[in-house]
């Protein structure tokens, strides 16, 4: 994919979606920012607030509300739209109505002739970055869900307190689905080159595996803590959105834990899952495969069995 211009189309200018856009002009990721929503008065307020914004900015971006027809020559159409779960809904039937809505957006952005890259927000991620990819027909390198991108920024920065380092140091990942069955490799994860299991063994009692797990647990359950405190969360998930955005604009090759195909890596096929990935401007480039031991290969075949199940409900 050439990139000339860069070019971002949202759908859906919530909280999700706004705290994206806002991220994006803080941050000068892109040229042209063009706001859709199914309230268009929602969206030409949002476009006019951030307009007002730019003279504090360092970016020098074209912001406005648009209609469909213009993702023809957008680089990126990144989707934040979805219906709220009505109280004691079933996931499945949650699922279902965002398959319609889905279904409503998919269609008409790509009869606009769009050839850019699917970036998905809408959760529950995994499932509607693959009824993206089924309803657009791209191919799978082009529809990226967030994933576990998230998980991961989270996950980094409790080891990275726990350990007293600079988060940007610890490499470890959370895997499979962006929801309960969500699982952190310990056996692949390192502050710099040394792992951590090996530093918990080499502490003399200052650092425990024990506490590596209650980590784990911290991450699976820091969106419902957040939502219990606030109602929802958005900051973290909008620069997660903006952080892959940059890797594909920059064509930076950068590993990151997105939603992603999985077409026999770790013996997993058809379905969408977070695995590490290498992303640049032609959108997922390859799944990197970790060296995962026996056990966590029986946790992402869980949580692969899980997203399929609910996938093939509706589909």
Same mark, same amino acid.
């Given at each position: 994919?050439?990139?000339?211009?860069?070019?971002?189309?949202?759908?859906g200018?919530?909280?999700?979606?706004m705290?994206?856009?806002?991220?994006?002009?803080?941050?000068?990721?892109? $040229?042209?920012?063009?706001?859709?929503?199914?309230?268009?008065?929602?969206?030409?307020?949002?476009?006019?607030?951030l307009?007002?914004?730019?003279?504090?900015?360092?970016?020098?971006?074209?912001?406005?509300?648009?209609?469909?027809?213009?993702?023809?020559?957008?680089?990126?159409v990144a989707?934040?739209?979805?219906?709220?779960?009505?109280?004691?809904?079933p996931?499945?039937?949650?699922?279902?109505?965002n398959?319609?809505?889905?279904?409503?957006?998919?269609?008409?952005?790509?009869?606009?002739?769009f050839?850019?890259?699917?970036?998905?927000?809408?959760?529950?991620?995994?499932?509607?970055?693959?009824?993206?990819?089924?309803?657009?027909?791209? $191919?799978?390198?082009?529809?990226?869900?967030?994933?576990?991108?998230?998980?991961t920024?989270?996950?980094?920065?409790?080891?990275?307190?726990?350990?007293?380092?600079?988060?940007?140091?610890?490499?470890?990942?959370?895997m499979?689905?962006?929801? $309960?069955?969500?699982?952190v490799?310990?056996?692949?994860?390192?502050?710099?080159?040394?792992?951590?299991?090996?530093?918990?063994?080499?502490?003399?009692?200052?650092?425990?595996?024990?506490?590596?797990?209650?980590?784990?647990?911290?991450v699976?359950?820091?969106?419902?803590?957040?939502?219990e405190?606030?109602?929802?969360?958005?900051?973290?998930?909008?620069?997660?959105?903006v952080?892959?955005?940059?890797?594909?604009?920059?064509?930076?090759?950068?590993?990151?834990?997105?939603?992603?195909?999985?077409?026999?890596?770790?013996g997993?096929?058809?379905?969408?899952?977070?695995?590490?990935?290498?992303?640049?401007?032609?959108?997922?480039v390859?799944?990197?495969?970790?060296?995962?031991?026996?056990?966590?290969?029986?946790k992402?075949?869980?949580?692969?069995?899980?997203?399929?199940e609910?996938?093939?409900?509706?589909?």
């Open positions: 994919m050439k990139i000339d211009k860069r070019k971002v189309v949202l759908i200018t919530g909280l999700v979606g705290s994206y856009a806002y991220a994006l002009l803080n941050q000068n990721v892109c $040229d042209e920012l063009v706001l859709i929503d199914i309230d268009k008065k929602r969206a030409i307020g949002e476009a006019m607030d307009n007002h914004g730019l003279a504090f900015s360092p970016a020098n971006m074209t912001i406005y509300a648009g209609e469909y027809a213009d993702c023809k020559d957008a680089d990126i989707i934040c739209a979805g219906v709220a779960q009505k109280p004691g809904e996931r499945t039937a949650l699922l279902k109505r398959a319609e809505v889905f279904r409503s957006i998919i269609e008409p952005v790509v009869a606009s002739g050839g850019g890259i699917f970036l998905i927000a809408t959760n529950p991620v995994d499932i509607m970055s693959h009824i993206t990819h089924t309803l657009s027909g791209f $191919d799978s390198t082009r529809v990226i869900g967030t994933g576990t991108t998230l998980d920024a989270r996950l980094r920065y409790l080891v990275g307190d726990y350990f007293n380092v600079d988060p940007r140091n610890v490499h470890a990942y959370v499979g689905e962006h929801g $309960d069955s969500e699982f490799p310990w056996s692949q994860a390192m502050v710099a080159t040394l792992p951590v299991t090996e530093i918990c063994c080499r502490s003399g009692g200052q650092f425990c595996h024990n506490r590596l797990e209650e980590i784990g647990e911290e699976r359950n820091a969106a419902q803590k957040i939502i405190a606030k109602k929802s969360t958005y900051y973290g998930i909008g620069m997660a959105m952080r892959i955005t940059r890797a594909i604009f920059g064509d930076e090759n950068s590993v990151l834990t997105v939603s992603a195909m999985l077409n026999g890596e770790y997993q096929t058809d379905v969408y899952a977070g695995v590490p990935c290498v992303v640049n401007r032609n959108g997922i390859r799944v990197l495969p970790l060296s995962l031991n026996e056990e966590e290969l029986d992402l075949q869980a949580s692969c069995d899980k997203l399929r609910f996938y093939n409900e509706i589909f």
